[in-house]
Each structure stands twice: as C-alpha cells, then as structure tokens.
C-alpha cells in the first residue's frame, strides 16, 4: 500500500509541474472537476487515512467530492503532496497486522478495509487526473509536453 502511495504522490507531482495556474483549473467539460480539485481531493481523503492510521478520530465527514471544486498553484499543489506524504509514511510505519485487523477510528471497518477502500477511491481519481492533463494537452497543441507518467 505505501509504495503504491509513493508512486501516486511521484505522479501526482508530475501531474501539475509545467503547467500554468489556469491549466490546473481547466475542465474538459461542463461539470468535471479540474487537475487541481482532483489533486485537493485525493489529498484530503488521504489526509483521513494518515489520521485514522495514526489511531486519530478526526471527525472526517467523507462527504462526496471534498475539495474538488478547490484551485491552488502547482506550487502550493506540490508542496501540499511532500507534506502529506511524509504523514503516510509515518502511518503506514506505525501500523501492524493486528491494527490493520483492529477497528478503525470511527467505526464501521477494519483499518486495512478502510486504508483499502479509500486508497483505491484515491486510484480513480488519480486516473482522472492523468486524463485530465492529457486532454488539457490536447486541447491546447502550443503548450509545452512536460508530463510523462511514471518517468
């Protein structure tokens, strides 16, 4: 689970370098949510994990498409991705078989389901995002290609 994770946040990063600002709040149509909400988005869904793998209740509401309306700079983008990612890293040392196997924070599932489910909500939207740079490069033949996924 944390290798994928570090792969993600590795092309999540990738994802939002080279663009301008405008691009990351570009949709390719009516109601799709630009590269940066999707960004926000699997940020703060992996942000509850960090927090609930941490052994942390934090209240987390869930709610369909947190912060995916959201805009930030690539900047602000990328730097949010190394912080959170320094948190997964430190979760996922600090849990074990039996916290994996114990209730989570909240209730209703295990950890492991809840780092599972959630991780692989973070997947489709990860997906999305990478469509959704490449049908802004599509859209727009003049701009540079500084994205390659996996590099």
């Given at each position: ?28 149509c ?32 869930g ?73 802004w ?14 590099r």
């Amino acid at each position: 689970m944390l290798g994928t994770t570090l792969d993600r946040h590795e092309d999540l990063a990738a994802l939002v370098t080279g663009l301008p600002d405008d691009a990351l709040t570009w949709t390719p149509c009516a109601d799709a949510p630009a590269l940066a909400g999707l960004v926000l988005h699997i940020l703060d869904v992996e942000g509850h994990l960090a927090a609930i793998g941490g052994g942390e209740d934090d209240h987390w509401a869930g709610e369909n498409g947190s912060h995916i309306l959201d805009s930030a700079t690539g900047a602000a983008l990328r730097d949010a991705i190394f912080d959170l990612e320094a948190r997964m890293r430190a979760m996922f040392a600090s849990i074990d078989n039996a916290r994996l196997e114990a209730s989570a924070p909240g209730g209703g599932q295990t950890l492991g389901q809840a780092l599972l489910e959630d991780l692989d909500h973070c997947a489709i939207h990860h997906g999305q995002a990478q469509l959704t740079r490449n049908l802004w490069e599509a859209a727009h033949p003049d701009a540079p290609r500084t994205y390659e996924h996996w590099r």
